[in-house]
């Protein structure tokens, strides 16, 4: 996507929540937690509404966060149609929000781990199944009962694509790389754990954002460029502004780690730029300037290009040494 009438791809800025929430304490039943729930979607919605956007755009929240805990799935398992969905479905209308809710779902005789996704209008847009839920040692059993999926959808939101990944799918590569091939912009990483360093190699791997929620510990929104752009290490809310018209650069050293992007541009660009990892992204603040232009106008070469450029000269015939 450009808008730029082919001068490159305008800022296309989106507003995430997320939270972490839940870790140690007791189950309050199925509706009072969906009242938990709603207090903490106001407060990103109140969080969200000093953002450029002005609200919220997408919030994810923890892995079965909405259901009930018990050893046996078909126990804890609730249909689509459960009140307790409406319940959610009212938070993302109040808000104007797509919502990300995780749930064991009763469907079709099975029980899934599943993330429901949420349009701005409280309808269902579509659900994930969790392609690799848990079994514990000494048991062939998954999560106490539950199905794994098996197909990883991309789903069509008004801001973006969005893919969905849950907890102990961070393992394994499948999903992520589908998602990636299936055009997503954006992960939503519902997950019952706080880990930090697969999530983050999947979003540099991939070239996607992905905005992790959990009961414990941390919530963050990771960059394409494997950087973590904002970080909540306690129980509470976390509201993250985000462009998803962005460039990723290596070190260069015309690119003084970023600063010939704020004397070039000023305040028209923002940047997020790690010397200790050296790369960082990099986005445009000026609506009608496109990112592209402003990389193409620095001569700096974005980090995909550039790995793909040398691996292309590597096949070429290098001629031999010769003496000077």
């Known amino acids: 996507m450009t808008d730029g009438s082919d001068g490159g791809r305008l800022p296309r800025m989106v507003v995430v929540g997320t939270t972490v929430f839940g870790g140690g304490a ?36 923890p892995e079965l966060v909405a259901g009930p805990p018990g050893p046996v799935a078909v126990a804890r398992a609730l249909p689509l149609d459960h009140p307790v969905l409406e319940v959610y479905g009212s938070m993302a209308r109040r808000h104007r929000t797509y919502l990300v809710v995780t749930l064991d779902l009763a469907d079709g005789g099975a029980v899934w781990n599943a993330a429901v996704l949420l349009d701005r209008a409280g309808d269902v847009v579509g659900v994930y ?3 690799h839920p848990v079994a514990a040692t000494g048991s062939s059993s998954f999560e106490g009962g539950v199905t794994p999926g098996t197909s990883f959808p991309v789903f069509a939101c008004d801001f973006g694509a969005v893919g969905i ?3 102990w799918d961070v393992m394994y590569d499948d999903g992520w790389q589908a998602l990636a091939a299936g055009g997503a912009e954006m992960v939503a990483f519902p997950s019952a754990s706080p ?19 959990t009961p414990r510990d941390n919530a963050a929104v990771y960059e394409p460029s494997g950087l973590v752009a904002a970080r ?9 502004e985000l462009d998803l018209s962005y460039a990723v650069l290596g070190w260069s050293a015309s690119l003084r780690d970023g600063l010939a992007f704020r004397e070039a541009f000023g305040d028209r660009a923002g940047y997020h ?3 200790r990892e050296d790369v960082g992204l990099f986005w445009s603040n000026d609506p009608a300037t496109p990112i592209d232009a402003m990389t193409a106008r620095l001569g700096v070469e974005d980090l995909r290009d550039q790995v793909a450029r040398n691996a292309s000269l590597r096949s070429r ?6 003496p000077s």
Request: glycine share 8%.
């Open 232 to 240: 909540l290490l306690g129980p509470g809310v976390l509201v993250h």
């Open 26 to 61: 007791p189950f309050p039943g199925v509706l009072e937690r969906s009242r938990e729930v709603s207090g903490l979607v106001d407060r990103m919605a109140a969080a969200a509404s000093g953002t450029t956007r002005g609200g919220l755009d997408l919030v994810v929240l």
């Open 165 to 167: 990944q849950i907890c």
């Open 195 to 213: 880990a930090t360093v697969r999530t983050a190699a999947h979003a540099a791997r991939h070239r996607y954002y992905v905005v992790s929620s």
């Open 317 to 322: 015939p290098i001629a031999p040494a010769t």
């Open 129 to 131: 199944r969790k392609a």
């Open 273 to 275: 730029y790690s010397p």
